[in-house]
């Protein structure tokens, strides 16, 4: 960073204002609002509170009749399914079973390119994101045709009245029924007959019904896609618009690369906040929270808190300083029981495509992407993002 270089925040996707400011304190909705890297760091490691984000409340409301995603579970069950299912996404693991495949599939999206001349990025990566997680998961049996089938599943939607409502409530059932029967209903059928060291043979050994596996694909896609995707064009984003750290990104090794794009992610988290319901009161400096709060944990805020980050916390510095026991990426993959399992995967989906298509030819930014928001996950959306190249 040089004294050049503008003080403005270089931020691309704006969040209003993230000061920690009060690092605790409860909204006129009765909503506790967490600010500061401690206290945020301290709720989502904290055993006395349930998933409330991603619409929980709904799922939720199959328990006693079913088992739900583990995404909405807690408590000893919950923990011991991540110990048992740990093994399919350490570093190792994810290096070994999955380096090949992304390559392959990363080189595909950059000949797509090519091919084209100017493309839509969203597109590109979106499809690497699907095959991707599919792979991770399982879902090796899956037809032709699932990254449109996922897309049009995932498709957000404007708000709606009744009768609109009802209508898209009956799409997306249809989009669900067309994954199922092609791609998770075959894959179970392939796994009940020979089992295979995957998720999908794992959830089978647990006794789930097909129902069941369906929800935990429906939740591991989300997860693994959606946000990778928007991860991606973001982190691509900076690079295109940011000539000294797109030389130190290229120039660099792998570890270096990482660097960058945990950096990246630190400023520019994909899920911005965490919600959890406290089960318990929870003591926290300065305030109690109590039992049955709905607490509004805010990773784009901590994740700037110069506590953690030190200075100039909304500006990309690979090599910051950071407080102790701080991770590179701060909370950007959330903490505690529910954090992210799949952070390795993603980060390294990423590079991987990332180094390929910036050595590419005249690789250039023809527009940048427009930035809108999935309510629903806390998230923000990144479209049309154009690229081209020398053909």
């Known amino acids: ?26 909204d006129e909705d009765g909503v506790w609002q967490v600010r500061d890297f401690a206290t945020a760091r301290e709720v989502l490691r904290n055993t006395a509170t349930r998933q409330a984000g991603f619409a929980a409340e709904h799922a939720t409301r199959a ?32 290096d070994a079973s999955y ?12 000949a797509t390119l090519r091919r084209e001349g100017e493309t839509d990025l969203t597109k590109l990566s979106f499809a690497l994101a699907v095959a991707v997680t599919a792979e991770v998961i399982g879902l090796t049996e899956a037809g032709a045709g699932m990254a449109k089938r996922l897309e049009n599943f995932y498709k957000k939607h404007a708000s709606a009245n009744r009768v609109t409502a009802f209508a898209r409530r009956r799409r997306n059932d249809f989009h669900l029924g067309q994954f199922y029967w092609y791609d998770v209903r ?8 020979e089992r295979r060291d995957d998720l999908i043979s794992h959830l089978l050994d647990e006794g789930c019904n097909s129902g069941e596996i369906l929800g935990e694909c429906v939740t591991f896609m989300a997860a693994g896609m959606v946000t990778t995707r928007e991860f991606i064009i973001v982190a691509a984003w900076h690079l295109f618009t940011d000539d000294a ?32 319901r406290a089960t318990e009161d929870i003591v926290v400096p300065g305030a109690v929270i109590p039992a049955g709060a709905l607490v509004d944990v805010s ?3 901590a994740n700037v808190d ?38 390795y995967v993603a980060i390294q989906e990423t590079d991987i495509f990332l180094t ?10 023809v527009s940048s992407p427009v930035v809108g928001a999935r309510e629903e996950i806390s998230s923000y959306e990144l479209t049309n993002l154009r690229v081209a190249v020398t053909t």
């Open 1 to 26: 960073m040089t004294a050049s270089q503008s003080r403005a925040s270089q931020r691309k996707v704006g969040r209003g204002e993230l000061s920690p400011g009060c690092p605790v304190r409860v």
């Open 63 to 94: 328990e006693g009749r079913m088992r739900v995603p583990v995404l909405y579970r807690d408590g000893p069950e919950h923990r011991e399914h991540r110990r048992q299912t740990a093994r399919f996404f350490t570093p190792k693991r994810v």
């Open 99 to 110: 380096r090949l495949l992304m390559e392959r599939l990363a080189d595909d999206q950059i």
């Open 186 to 193: 075959p894959t179970v059928r392939a796994r009940r007959a």
């Open 245 to 276: 750290l797109r030389a130190d990104y290229l120039a660099g090794d792998e570890k270096r690369r990482v660097a960058v794009l945990h950096e990246i992610l630190r400023l520019e988290p994909v899920v911005f906040d965490l919600f959890r």
């Open 299 to 301: 990773l784009a805020a």
């Open 306 to 343: 110069p506590s953690a980050v030190g200075a100039d916390g909304d500006r990309v510095c690979p090599a910051r300083p950071l407080g102790e026991g701080v991770r590179d990426e701060v909370l950007a993959f959330g903490e505690g029981p529910h954090r992210c399992p799949g952070s």
């Open 356 to 365: 390929r298509l910036f050595a590419e030819p005249g690789l250039r930014m």
